[in-house]
DNA sequence: TCCGAATAGATGTATATGCATCTATTCCAG
DNA sequence: CTGGAATAGATGCATATACATCTATTCGGA
């Protein structure tokens, strides 16, 4: 008998929640000797890409609530990771990794990259590489039409 | 200018997380009239699918961890959705729609169904499929090799 | 038979996520 | 310039999710 394997489900949704999860346990558990999450090493990763960046924007690169941020960005600053600042417009928040956060990223970064490898390397790197492409597209697709009048 | 595009992002795992946000956050709108969110929908309809079902079975099908399922299925249960049962093997809860959990799924099909059509004619309908296939294979190709010794 | 190992969930805690609502600030029509 | 509309976040609350740990039950070998 062995496992019992996986139905397909019938929801696209709940299709992507679950591949989610799965998956985030992996990275979850990769990146637990560093005490980081998959969701705190991804803001990490968002800004040593973004460099300084407001949280809306932020927000909007990551498809996360902008409140969802004010959340998980205070948790990652009192680890002392992030530095903010009042932007021109004084209602922005202006975001940017610290000199303790770089270093924290950095050290992750082996542990995520073994993570990532190991997955792409169970899923194959053609397909793998096809998923990931699909993915953002459709990711793009829904944003897109979000952000219309 | 519009709408600043969202970047593609490194990671596996961040890109799969940013899909399902974007996502639920659709599906939740669509379902909101019913007061159910889409977890608490795919559940519904697992267990419409399913018939009783042990909670941690369920919890296989949907990749989610038994013990997240406790507090879930308790939401649900307070809302007399569905019945639990001691089973055979009496350390099992068997899982099943109540009759007020399948008017409520049924209530919802409707409003899930119009959320589920408008994202793949928004994806287009052939690689919306394709889509779902792949990741469904990845979720499966992971799972698997979760189980083994 | 009996006892230790394994299994199914329950409980407590921490993070993740979004919404409704609120405040502070900016923008814009008049 | 001014006052109302719009915007950027903050706050409080509810749900989502998993892990460590605990209890109850079952299983397997001596």
Known sequence: ?????????PCLCATFRRAAR???QRYDAALS??????????????????????QGRLGEILA???????????IIRRHGW???RVGADRRQRRISLSPAGKA?????VPLWQQAQTELRALLGEQRSTNLMNLVHQATSAVAEQESLP
Request: aromatic share 4%; no cysteine.
């Open 82 to 84: 992030i530095e903010r």
């Open 22 to 24: 799965l998956v985030s």
């Open 33 to 54: 000797p560093t005490g980081l999450t998959i969701t705190q090493f991804t803001l990490l990763q968002a800004l040593s890409l973004t460099g300084e960046v407001s």
């Open 64 to 74: 996360m609530d902008s409140t969802t941020l004010t959340h998980t960005l205070d």
């Open 1 to 9: 008998m062995g496992h019992p394997s996986i139905p397909a489900l």
């Open 104 to 108: 924290q990223f950095e050290r992750a």
